[in-house]
Every structure is written in structure tokens, then in C-alpha cells.
């Protein structure tokens, strides 16, 4: 079983409102595929197109999509890995720009990548627990305390994690909340 790689994908500074439509009837069309590569490769005109499953994304991409006249989303869970791919294919042959925020627990990875006009640019990159704290802040590390209330190694792991990232007004906040839970 594959692990669940989240990714929230942000499309936008398209050139025409026909480009959207292509890109929604396509997303529209993922359950007629076999494989992520033809699938890619069936909206790609313009641009070279990768030879293996994996230059596009995870083998499955389970997403749900919402459009308006100026962008589009994308949100969904790909296996093992994030659809960086796939975004900078899209990117360069509807020469738009990407942002794509992805995070995997079970991998323990995490990050922000915008794509414009086929060119990658590394927003953030880094274990999953530095994702959540560069993400949602110190909030992000208190909701997975949280969840692993009682799981003493759990816990020592998402501090030896973050310690080095975290601001001194954080780490005061840190320190009153397992003050709490020790």
C-alpha cells in the first residue's frame, strides 16, 4: 500500500479563459487512464514529454479540482510522492505559474514549490514536522503534540526535529505547553 502524499496545487496567471476549460476537462478525465504518463501526456502539445511514471508524480493521483475565471486548485493525495511532474509540465506548456504545497507523514517530508513558465523555484523544503511549523506555525507543531499525547518517543522526535527552526517566542510556547503535558 502506497503512502498518501498531500498536495494542494494553485494554478493561475493564465493567458485565456480556453486554457482553464482545458485544463478542467482534463482533470475531468483522469478515470478514462491506466497510468499518471498518459494521462499527463494527453493535455501536453508543446512540451517534451517524460519517458516513466514517476517524472510526472505518485502512481495515482486521488484529487478533487475547483476552477474560476483565473485559476484553478487542485487537492488530493498521490502516492509516495508529490505531483512536482506534473506541475512543471503543466507550467511550461500553458506557460502559467504553479504552486504546489505538499506533505507525507509517512515519508516525513514536506514543501512549497512554485513553478512559472516550466522554471522550478524551491519556496521550502524539509521533514514533514519543519513543513508543518514553516506552514502553520507553531500551531501546526501543537496539533501533532497533540495527536501523539502519550507517545513520549513521538513526541522527543517532533522536538529534536524542529528545536533548530523554531523563533525564541515559540520556543517559550513550546516549553509552557509540555510544562502541561509532563
Known sequence: MANNCYNHIFMYGFKNKSDIDKITNWLKSYDKFDYIRDWVNSILDNTEK??????????????DFDADVD?????????????????E????????TIDI?????????????????????IIFYGTYNQYLYYYKGINGILDELDYFAGDKEAIEGILDDISNNLSNHDKKILNEYISLID
Request: glycine residues 14%; proline residues 3%; charged residues 25%.
Open 50 to 63: 517524460p519517458s516513466k511514471d514517476f517524472d510526472y508524480g505518485g502512481r495515482w493521483f486521488d484529487f
Open 71 to 87: 485559476s484553478v486548485q487542485i487537492f488530493g493525495d498521490s502516492a509516495w510522492i508529490p505531483m512536482l511532474g506534473m506541475c
Open 89 to 96: 509540465l503543466l507550467s511550461k506548456e500553458f506557460e502559467i
Open 101 to 121: 504545497k505538499f506533505e507525507d507523514s509517512a515519508i516525513n517530508c514536506g514543501g512549497s514549490y512554485m513553478y512559472k513558465n516550466g522554471y522550478e523555484g
